[in-house]
T-cell receptor, first 114, second 110 residues
Framework: ETGVTQSPTHLIKTRGQQVTLRCSSQ?????VSWYQQALGQGPQFIFQ???????GRGNFPPRFSGLQFPNYSSELNVNALELDDSALYLC?????????????FGPGTRLTVT | AQRVTQPEKLLSVFKGAPVELKCNYS??????LFWYVQYSRQRLQLLLR??SRESIKGFTADLNKGETSFHLKKPFAQEEDSAMYYC????????????FGKGTLLTVNP
């Protein structure tokens, strides 16, 4: 069974640029969630995709957008990067079940905006 | 609104001592509570969830709806328990958003 993978591992961008982060979900998982983890903070929910549709969104501006593909892999796109977007971006996959589904996290992509 | 508070940023205990990591939450409905753990150089992983009422690696956590708490406890800490611990809450319905606390870094000294 393959775990959640993310690419790239690290990324450095300049303010105003655009970035795309990628996530491959664990085999058999059709739900992908994205989180932003700033230094010293817990992960903060950005949005979730279920069967290629957005299934909930956190308190992030529209310049944060996503996609989920038929194979359930996913992308997180961030436009007009700001310095505060510097963070670890985590992807988590899961299978929706009633009562306490487990989310399996990837290793994250460290984004630095200069 | 969902909120999770972990009041201790750092917690240091000696091996064999009891440990309790505190977690309080705010949610108007019936929440599901989780503890996630991140060991050094490893990814975030689920430790336990209140619904299953299980004990993992000697850790237990009881949901106290009256006090809106979900504290994580272990009677005898081990050095390998040193890690970052996050309490998380999932609201009801079909939205599987997890709201995390800021985390507590547990250090178990020899």
């Amino acid at each position: 069974e393959t775990g959640v993978t993310q690419s790239p591992t690290h990324l450095i961008k300049t303010r105003g640029q655009q970035v795309t982060l990628r996530c491959s979900s664990q085999s058999g998982h059709n739900t992908v969630s994205w989180y932003q983890q700033a230094l010293g903070q817990g992960p903060q929910f950005i949005f979730q995709y279920y069967r290629e549709e957005e299934n909930g969104r956190g308190n992030f501006p529209p310049r944060f957008s996503g996609l989920q593909f038929p194979n359930y892999s996913s992308e997180l796109n961030v436009n007009a990067l700001e310095l505060d977007d510097s963070a670890l971006y985590l992807c988590a996959s899961s299978v929706p079940l009633d009562g306490g589904n487990e989310q399996y996290f990837g290793p994250g992509t460290r984004l630095t905006v200069t | 609104a969902q909120r999770v508070t972990q009041p201790e940023k750092l917690l240091s205990v000696f091996k064999g001592a009891p440990v309790e990591l505190k977690c309080n939450y705010s949610y108007s409905g019936s929440p599901e509570l989780f503890w996630y753990v991140q060991y050094s150089r490893q990814r975030l992983q689920l430790l336990l969830r209140h619904i299953s009422r299980e004990s993992i690696k000697g850790f237990t956590a009881d949901l106290n709806k009256g006090e809106t708490s979900f504290h994580l406890k272990k009677p005898f800490a081990q050095e390998e328990d040193s890690a970052m611990y996050y309490c998380a809450l999932k609201g009801g319905g079909s939205n599987y958003k997890l709201t995390f606390g800021k985390g507590t870094l547990l250090t178990v000294n020899p």
